[in-house]
């Protein structure tokens, strides 16, 4: 990490310090400003062109799906207002809530315009996943330790919260927390809760599979697989399986033998096909009752959402969530679940809003990941945020998923300059 260009330095040294800054409750701060402040950097460079120095200069023009990008998330700003218009929310809310907007969806096109426009290698990202690794380990003995040892839940909630954000968990500090249902500890680390870092945990050894150097490889996966585990999140679990085996099986796609086993799969399915399926049915209600009533207070979250978004709000929701009762635990209606709370909050409109970006991002990932090893990390990263996106809220969390979002990018930025290469 020595001939780093500034714009590297700067996102590298942002990633060494993620543990120090959670320590002072702002992590919630420091996305949205690195967001704006490298989104307009990277607008500047596009306007400037050769006049700026030349390690800074923009990489190439904006791929097309940041443009999607950038299209759904204004849509989303205006279902948003129509939404707030059509059930009188008043304006003060309404400014409060495109603030928020700011500071959740605009991250998800504006990390994709840094890694496409400016200078940013992967290999910096990834190093600096796997830094964060290492304070992860270091710091891992005490917090793993501290149920034990009577240490306190929470450190202190820092007084960044003044700034305002979803709620007080984005600006505390916690050694781990006591899961309500069995009452034994879960570890989330510098996310706000445990299923978060799970993926989180997925994303950093999904990173730290791009490392050459092995011993930095080596943290980064022992790090996010203690994340994994010790967040004791279900999510989690299906995503370390799933997201860093899946991609490395699109490869066989373009293979003859793959699809005759795949002929011969199929048509022993209708000899052991009820078996399997019976198998598969018991699998998943074993996953559902592992956390039980996790799974009830998430299902009828979504369940009421969905109802009330039909009936009440089709176009454009609600405008923001609402407070839930005694059934969902005093959960807000279109909370825990990214499409259905877009549904209730911005309707079908907001729906679409992500879904097409999202989608276009993913069969590019998929299309690469098939032909190249290059898709493997853009591709485990969709996959990653489809399960996030199935039980939380992304917006809320983009503040944390930055390098991610910025390594999907970096790869349009890739695969527009393989079309101009074929020019």
Request: proline share 6%; hydrophobic share 55%.
């Amino acid at each position: 990490m020595t001939d780093l260009n500034p714009i590297e330095r700067f996102l590298y040294r942002t990633l060494v310090w993620t543990w120090p800054l959670y320590g002072l409750g702002a992590l919630y701060i420091v996305g949205p400003v690195l967001a704006w402040l490298l989104g307009g950097l990277a607008a500047l460079v596009i306007y400037l062109g050769p006049a700026i120095r030349a390690d800074m200069q923009a990489t190439g023009s904006i791929p097309p799906i940041v443009w999607g990008w950038f299209a759904g998330m204004f849509v989303m700003l205006v279902a948003l207002w129509v939404g707030h218009l059509d059930w009188g929310l008043g304006t003060g809310k309404t400014i409060k809530s495109s603030i928020g907007w700011a500071k959740g969806w605009a991250l998800l096109a504006l990390f994709p315009l840094i890694g496409a426009v400016l200078p940013i290698r992967r290999s910096v990202l990834a190093r600096g996943q796997c830094v964060i690794g290492l304070g992860t380990l270091i710091l891992a003995p005490i917090l793993i330790s501290a149920p034990y040892v009577g240490l306190p839940e929470k450190i202190f909630t820092s007084p960044l919260k003044a700034v305002g954000g979803p709620g007080p968990e984005y600006f505390s500090v916690y050694f781990f927390t006591w899961d309500p249902a069995s009452w034994t500890p879960r570890w989330q680390f510098y996310a706000p809760w445990s299923p978060f870092a799970a993926l989180l945990g997925v994303v950093q050894v999904l990173f730290a599979l791009e490392e050459r150097n092995i011993k930095w490889r080596s943290i980064g996966i022992a790090a996010g697989m203690l994340m994994i585990f010790a967040s004791k999140s279900r999510m989690g679990l299906v995503g370390l399986v799933a997201c860093t085996i899946g991609p490395r099986l699109m490869p066989l796609v373009l293979r003859g033998w793959a699809w005759q086993m795949m002929a011969a799969l199929t048509a022993s399915m209708a000899v052991v096909g009820l078996a399997m399926a019976t198998a598969a049915g018991d699998a998943v209600s074993a996953f559902k009752g592992a956390r039980a009533d996790s799974t009830r207070v998430r299902e009828t979250l979504q369940r009421i959402a969905s109802e009330r978004w039909y009936n009440e709000a089709y176009w454009f929701g609600h405008g923001t969530v609402q407070p839930g009762s005694h059934a969902v635990e005093y959960m807000p209606i279109g909370s825990h679940h990214t499409w259905y709370g877009l549904l209730f909050v911005k309707g079908m409109v907001g729906l679409l809003a992500l879904l097409v970006p999202f989608l276009w991002q993913t069969v590019l990932a998929i299309k690469d990941s098939a032909l190249s090893p290059r898709g493997y990390l853009p591709m485990g990263i969709m996959m990653t945020l489809t399960i996030l996106s199935f039980g939380e809220n992304i917006e809320i969390e983009a503040y944390l998923l930055w390098p991610a979002l910025t390594i999907l990018g970096t790869h349009a930025r890739e695969l527009a300059d393989d079309r101009l290469a074929k020019i």
